[in-house]
């Protein structure tokens, strides 16, 4: 019989604009099953949201957040996913599912990823339920009409959100 094969690595595609604690939980989630999780900061499928932080600032505060976490890398790409998969040599993609209201776009994500690479699958993860109204796009409007977000991120994204949001 056929052993099953451990993925030893993960990507977790988003925009992370910024890594919220939900995100930080579907990495922690993963890691669980996998060896190493590459985090993957990516431009989005439609630009129809302008962001707030560049590419490399996003990929510096998810640095930051993990960084006693040596089982995490983390890269920006722009293109196709299953493109940058194929480049790691990744079969494995994660996403959380935080909602029913998530699934449809999910689930086409993750059929139209496999069309374009056979070889990829994608695994939805619910987080913890206190992060399933979370999303990055609330976290900057609140942060910035002074509401308080300190337990959606972490003290490092808190800082960097304020700074940011005070010099725009
Ligand atoms: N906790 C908190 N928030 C979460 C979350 C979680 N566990 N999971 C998702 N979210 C939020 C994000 O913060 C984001 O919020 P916002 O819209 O308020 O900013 C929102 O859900 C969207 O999630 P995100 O992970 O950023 O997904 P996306 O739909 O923007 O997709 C990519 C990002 C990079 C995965 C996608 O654009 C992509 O694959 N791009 C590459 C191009 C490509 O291959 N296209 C073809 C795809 S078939």
Redesign the pocket.
Known sequence: MTQPVRPSVAIY?????PI?R??E??VRRTLIFCDRVIVAV????TQA?QGLFTIDERVELIKAVFEDEDRVDVAAFS????DFARERNVGLIVR?L?AVSDFE?EFQ?AL??RDLHPGIETLFLA?DAR?SY?????VREITSLGGDMSHFVSPVVQRKLLSKLQST
């Open positions: 595609p988003g925009s992370f604009d919220t939900g995100h939980d579907i990516g431009h989005r499928a949201k293109g196709l996913l299953v959380g935080r776009y994500m139209m990823n987080p992060y979370l999303s990055a796009s609330l």
